[in-house]
Protein backbone atom coordinates (compact mmCIF):
# COMPACT_ATOMS: atom_id res chain seq x y z
CA UNK A 1 0.00 0.00 0.00
CA UNK A 2 1.23 3.69 -0.64
CA UNK A 3 0.32 6.92 0.44
CA UNK A 4 -1.19 9.29 -2.42
CA UNK A 5 -0.47 13.03 -3.10
CA UNK A 6 -3.62 14.36 -2.51
CA UNK A 7 -4.83 17.27 -5.27
CA UNK A 8 -5.24 21.04 -4.17
CA UNK A 9 -8.11 23.10 -5.01
CA UNK A 10 -7.08 24.91 -8.53
CA UNK A 11 -5.58 21.61 -10.03
CA UNK A 12 -7.82 21.20 -12.75
CA UNK A 13 -8.23 16.98 -11.84
CA UNK A 14 -10.58 18.52 -8.93
CA UNK A 15 -12.75 20.36 -11.72
CA UNK A 16 -13.72 17.72 -14.36
CA UNK A 17 -16.46 15.14 -14.02
CA UNK A 18 -15.26 12.11 -13.63
CA UNK A 19 -15.66 8.93 -15.24
CA UNK A 20 -17.45 6.11 -14.87
CA UNK A 21 -15.57 2.52 -13.67
CA UNK A 22 -15.26 0.46 -16.14
CA UNK A 23 -14.91 -3.09 -13.93
CA UNK A 24 -15.05 -2.22 -10.27
CA UNK A 25 -13.25 -5.45 -9.56
CA UNK A 26 -10.15 -5.38 -11.52
CA UNK A 27 -6.90 -5.45 -9.80
CA UNK A 28 -5.60 -1.57 -10.41
CA UNK A 29 -9.42 -0.56 -8.46
CA UNK A 30 -8.78 -2.46 -5.70
CA UNK A 31 -5.21 -1.31 -5.34
CA UNK A 32 -6.46 2.17 -5.83
CA UNK A 33 -9.08 1.96 -2.97
CA UNK A 34 -6.28 0.33 -0.82
CA UNK A 35 -4.04 2.98 -1.08
CA UNK A 36 -6.93 5.50 -0.61
CA UNK A 37 -8.13 3.70 2.58
CA UNK A 38 -4.31 4.47 3.61
CA UNK A 39 -4.39 7.68 2.35
CA UNK A 40 -7.60 8.82 4.14
CA UNK A 41 -6.27 7.61 7.37
CA UNK A 42 -2.97 9.19 7.54
CA UNK A 43 -4.86 12.96 6.24
CA UNK A 44 -7.55 11.90 9.57
CA UNK A 45 -9.73 12.67 6.41
CA UNK A 46 -13.70 11.31 6.71
CA UNK A 47 -13.43 10.65 3.07
CA UNK A 48 -11.79 10.83 0.13
CA UNK A 49 -12.68 10.92 -3.71
CA UNK A 50 -10.16 9.07 -6.31
CA UNK A 51 -10.16 12.68 -7.89
CA UNK A 52 -8.41 14.12 -5.21
CA UNK A 53 -6.13 11.65 -6.05
CA UNK A 54 -5.39 12.69 -9.33
CA UNK A 55 -7.30 9.34 -10.56
CA UNK A 56 -10.51 11.39 -12.92
CA UNK A 57 -13.34 8.15 -11.44
CA UNK A 58 -16.03 7.80 -10.58
CA UNK A 59 -15.31 6.04 -6.46
CA UNK A 60 -15.04 7.62 -3.50
CA UNK A 61 -13.93 6.32 0.10
CA UNK A 62 -15.24 7.05 3.19
CA UNK A 63 -15.73 6.03 7.28
CA UNK A 64 -18.41 7.47 9.77
CA UNK A 65 -16.79 7.85 13.24
CA UNK A 66 -18.30 7.38 16.33
CA UNK A 67 -18.13 10.71 17.88
CA UNK A 68 -19.52 12.48 14.37
CA UNK A 69 -23.17 10.49 14.28
CA UNK A 70 -26.17 12.17 15.01
CA UNK A 71 -28.11 9.84 17.07
CA UNK A 72 -30.31 8.80 13.63
CA UNK A 73 -31.15 5.34 13.81
CA UNK A 74 -30.21 5.55 9.89
CA UNK A 75 -26.55 7.86 11.05
CA UNK A 76 -24.36 5.16 12.54
CA UNK A 77 -20.62 4.46 13.16
CA UNK A 78 -19.82 2.86 9.42
CA UNK A 79 -16.21 1.35 8.93
CA UNK A 80 -13.89 2.14 5.50
CA UNK A 81 -16.62 2.32 2.73
CA UNK A 82 -15.73 1.97 -0.91
CA UNK A 83 -18.41 3.36 -3.45
CA UNK A 84 -17.93 2.82 -6.73
CA UNK A 85 -19.89 4.39 -9.69
CA UNK A 86 -22.50 6.19 -6.86
CA UNK A 87 -25.75 7.44 -7.50
CA UNK A 88 -27.65 9.80 -5.21
CA UNK A 89 -30.93 10.67 -4.54
CA UNK A 90 -31.51 13.49 -2.63
CA UNK A 91 -34.65 12.98 -0.16
CA UNK A 92 -37.25 15.41 1.20
CA UNK A 93 -36.72 19.01 1.55
CA UNK A 94 -34.67 19.04 4.80
CA UNK A 95 -31.33 20.93 4.52
CA UNK A 96 -29.23 21.78 6.80
CA UNK A 97 -25.74 24.08 7.27
CA UNK A 98 -23.37 21.40 7.90
CA UNK A 99 -19.50 22.23 8.99
CA UNK A 100 -17.32 20.51 6.98
CA UNK A 101 -13.48 20.33 5.66
CA UNK A 102 -11.77 18.84 2.76
CA UNK A 103 -8.45 17.30 2.19
CA UNK A 104 -7.85 19.31 -1.10
CA UNK A 105 -8.83 22.92 1.22
CA UNK A 106 -6.46 22.00 4.05
CA UNK A 107 -6.74 24.29 6.71
CA UNK A 108 -10.22 25.85 5.84
CA UNK A 109 -13.62 24.86 6.70
CA UNK A 110 -17.16 25.98 6.26
CA UNK A 111 -20.95 25.51 6.76
CA UNK A 112 -22.59 24.22 4.19
CA UNK A 113 -26.29 23.45 2.94
CA UNK A 114 -26.78 19.47 2.86
CA UNK A 115 -29.90 17.25 2.53
CA UNK A 116 -30.07 15.70 6.06
CA UNK A 117 -32.12 12.72 4.17
CA UNK A 118 -30.34 10.86 0.88
CA UNK A 119 -30.46 7.74 -0.74
CA UNK A 120 -27.47 6.64 -2.53
CA UNK A 121 -26.54 3.22 -4.65
CA UNK A 122 -23.21 2.19 -5.88
CA UNK A 123 -20.99 -1.47 -5.66
CA UNK A 124 -18.10 -2.32 -4.24
CA UNK A 125 -14.82 -4.41 -5.43
CA UNK A 126 -16.43 -7.35 -5.65
CA UNK A 127 -19.84 -5.44 -7.65
CA UNK A 128 -21.73 -6.40 -4.67
CA UNK A 129 -24.05 -3.83 -4.14
CA UNK A 130 -23.62 -0.66 -1.38
CA UNK A 131 -25.47 2.12 0.00
CA UNK A 132 -29.13 2.97 1.21
CA UNK A 133 -30.98 5.34 2.48
CA UNK A 134 -28.92 7.78 5.19
CA UNK A 135 -29.35 10.65 7.28
CA UNK A 136 -26.86 13.85 9.07
CA UNK A 137 -23.06 12.98 8.77
CA UNK A 138 -23.40 9.82 6.93
CA UNK A 139 -25.55 12.01 4.54
CA UNK A 140 -23.68 14.64 4.47
CA UNK A 141 -19.95 12.91 3.63
CA UNK A 142 -21.67 10.77 0.84
CA UNK A 143 -22.59 14.52 -0.49
CA UNK A 144 -19.68 16.05 -0.40
CA UNK A 145 -17.41 13.37 -1.68
CA UNK A 146 -20.40 12.74 -4.58
CA UNK A 147 -19.63 16.15 -5.55
CA UNK A 148 -16.07 15.72 -5.97
CA UNK A 149 -16.64 13.23 -9.20
CA UNK A 150 -18.77 16.03 -10.97
CA UNK A 151 -15.78 18.72 -10.14
CA UNK A 152 -17.45 20.63 -8.01
CA UNK A 153 -15.82 21.78 -4.31
CA UNK A 154 -17.61 23.03 -1.14
CA UNK A 155 -16.95 26.31 -1.29
CA UNK A 156 -19.24 26.65 -4.65
CA UNK A 157 -22.25 25.20 -2.51
CA UNK A 158 -21.66 28.25 0.25
CA UNK A 159 -24.34 30.42 1.39
CA UNK A 160 -22.82 32.46 4.23
CA UNK A 161 -19.31 32.85 3.27
CA UNK A 162 -19.24 34.95 7.24
CA UNK A 163 -19.14 30.65 7.89
CA UNK A 164 -16.07 29.75 5.97
CA UNK A 165 -12.29 30.28 6.82
CA UNK A 166 -9.72 28.98 8.50
CA UNK A 167 -10.15 26.04 10.83
CA UNK A 168 -8.80 27.59 13.83
CA UNK A 169 -11.41 30.30 13.79
CA UNK A 170 -14.38 28.27 12.51
CA UNK A 171 -13.57 25.70 15.17
CA UNK A 172 -14.25 28.38 17.21
CA UNK A 173 -17.16 29.41 15.84
CA UNK A 174 -18.62 25.80 16.39
CA UNK A 175 -17.80 25.82 20.00
CA UNK A 176 -19.68 28.68 20.77
CA UNK A 177 -22.67 27.55 19.12
CA UNK A 178 -22.65 23.91 21.37
CA UNK A 179 -20.89 21.74 18.66
CA UNK A 180 -21.86 21.37 15.24
NI1 LIG B 1 -13.43 16.96 -0.20
Not at 9 to 35: C, F, N, W, Y
Not at 82 to 110: H, K, Q, Y
Not at 144 to 157: A, F, K, N, Q, T
Amino acid sequence: MAILKIARMGHPVLHRVADQVADPTSPEIRKLIADMFETMEDANGAGLAAPQVHVPLRLFVFRVAATRVSGDAEDVQVANRVVINPVVTLLGDDVRMRFEGCLSIPGMRAAVPRHWRIRYEGVDTDNAPVGGEVTGFHAGVVQHEYDHLDGILYPSRLTDFSLFGFSEEINRVIAERGGN
